[in-house]
Structure formats: C-alpha cells, structure tokens
C-alpha cells in the first residue's frame, strides 16, 4: 500500500484516535519481517486489482493454512488498542455498566432460523484459544492470547443457507460522526475464512475478558488478515450473498475508504 495512502487515513480518523495511537505506538513492534507490506510477494499481491489478490493469495494459500501461533513469552503486553477504544454509544454503554449481562450477538440473514446468544452461553460454547500476532495496516504488531468459540460452530446453531457466501459484522461502535451522520462500524469476511480453524469470536485476552480497549464484550479474530478485518464490539452477524448492497458496498468501514476487502497478510 502506499505511503500515502497511510496519510491519507490518519487523516480520516478524528482527534482522540490519532492522539491516542501516537502516545501508544511504542507499545508495540513495527511489522515483523514476514508481514513486511514493502516485501516483493506482498507489493506485488497489493498492486494486483482486490479480486485478482483474493485469487492470488487463496491460492498461494490455500483455504486452509494456518496462521503462525506463538508461544506465551512472545506474547507482548499490553496488546495496543485501536481504532474505536471506549464507545460512547447509549446501547453499548447501558450494556457495559451492566457487566454485558443483557448483551446478546444476533445471528440473522441467509440462516435457517436467526438466533441470537447471550455472553454466558458463548462462553458455554466448545472454545479456542491462540497465540497470534495482530498486524495493523498503520505498521505495527502485537502478540496476544485470544480465547473465544469458533466462529463456524456458531454459525452452525443458526443454519447457514448454501446461498450465503459472506458473514457481515455489525458492530456496537460508532466510527464516524461527520455531516452526513453516523456510521458505525462494519467489517465481512467469506465463509472460508469464517469457517476456518483459527477464526473465532472471542471474549477473552492474555487470560482476562476481553477489555473495553480491544472490543468487548465480543470480537472477530480472523488471523490469516490485517488488523481492520477484526471487527470489536460485534453486535449482529449477517449472512449474505453479495457485499454490494451494504453502505458504500465494498464491505467494510474501511474497504468503502479505499482499502483492500481480503486483506491476507
Ligand atoms: N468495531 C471496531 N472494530 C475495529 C476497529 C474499530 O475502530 N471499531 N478498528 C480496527 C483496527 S484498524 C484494528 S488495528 C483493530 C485494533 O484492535 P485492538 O484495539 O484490539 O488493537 O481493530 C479493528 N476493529
Ligand atoms: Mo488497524
């Protein structure tokens, strides 16, 4: 991606987040090596159209590789907030000074029958947990331990229809007030990734839940792609067909300003 592609988003976040990620930059590394965005393989994959990457990387890939798991002492502390890290939306913070007892993650859509669970019975749920390192488009890394459940055992409580092709997170934050109003944030990734192994939702962090910083009281991890994928505050999951019809149509807060949908590292 280009350098000025980088300015011109920092230019797109308000105030307190660009405040709030230039005093916290030092707490984590720059990208490792292997996720280098100047690295020949990775220029070449990101000056290639958006579809021709997905190809391209799906079958360099495949559907089923594994992102690199760590061991705990890799793990670098604190895991770096970003983006939106303190929601001021009513509903979330009437459900935050409840301790998230009324939270409950929607499942709608291309579904067999929509459903809908509270924390305690995700928490019940079969559960992952791995080491894994989080890449921000921004140039930075962290390590940290995620537990949550497997985002395709939940999928599979609601029944997805054989026509869905997308699951779309709604999330519980707003991103943007500006004068054509607010937009919350919204993220989708395919179903080979939201059936893949290590894709889960988790609520729990370096063995804690899942603070307010990082998306509570839910979040995406969909490891095999950058930081902007993973979608906090996940209030609703949608099952779809196509992206085009979703706000701008290029699925994602992000995507509908300009960046990559399959953004694989
Ligand atoms: N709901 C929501 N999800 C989001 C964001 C956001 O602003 N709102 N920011 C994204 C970006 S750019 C990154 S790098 C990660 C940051 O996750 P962290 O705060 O746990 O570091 O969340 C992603 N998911
Ligand atoms: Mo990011």
């Known amino acids: 991606m280009p350098s000025s592609f980088k300015i011109s988003r920092r230019g797109l976040i308000t105030g307190a987040a660009v405040a709030g990620s230039g005093a916290l930059l030092s707490g984590c590394d720059a ?18 159209g958006n579809g021709l990457s997905y190809r391209i990387q799906r079958a360099l890939i495949g559907n089923h590789s594994m992102a690199q798991e760590f061991s705990e ?3 670098r502390q604190p895991m770096r907030p970003n983006g939106v890290t303190r929601p001021d939306d009513q509903t979330y913070l009437g459900l935050a000074a409840n301790g998230f007892a009324d939270y409950r993650l929607q499942i709608a859509g291309l579904v067999e029958k929509p459903a809908s669970f509270s924390l305690s019975e995700l928490m019940a749920m ?11 488009v921004e140039g930075w890394s962290c390590i940290a331990r995620w537990t949550g459940v497997p985002l395709g055992h939940v999928l ?17 934050d707003t ?4 004068l054509s109003g607010e937009v919350k944030y919204y993220e989708s990734i395919d179903l080979v990734d939201a059936r893949h192994p290590q894709t889960i939702l988790a609520y729990g962090m370096n063995g804690q839940r899942l603070p307010v910083e990082n998306g509570a009281p839910l979040r995406l991890r969909v490891e095999r792609q ?4 993973m979608a ?33 590292i």
């Open 31 to 48: 990208f490792d090596s292997v996720a280098d965005r100047s690295s020949g393989l990775r220029g070449f994959l990101e000056g290639a």
């Open 73 to 75: 002492s890799e793990i």
């Open 126 to 136: 079969p559960a992952r947990t791995q080491v894994t390192r989080h890449d921000c």
């Open 156 to 172: 599979d409580q609601a029944g997805v229809k054989r026509e869905a092709r997308y699951a779309v997170f709604y999330c519980l």
């Open 175 to 178: 991103i943007e007030r500006g």
């Open 226 to 229: 950058l930081g902007y994928k």
């Open 232 to 264: 906090k505050y996940v209030g609703r999951i949608e099952l779809v067909d196509a992206l085009s019809p979703i706000a701008l149509g290029k699925g994602g807060y992000w995507e509908d300003r300009g960046y990559e949908w399959y953004a694989g």
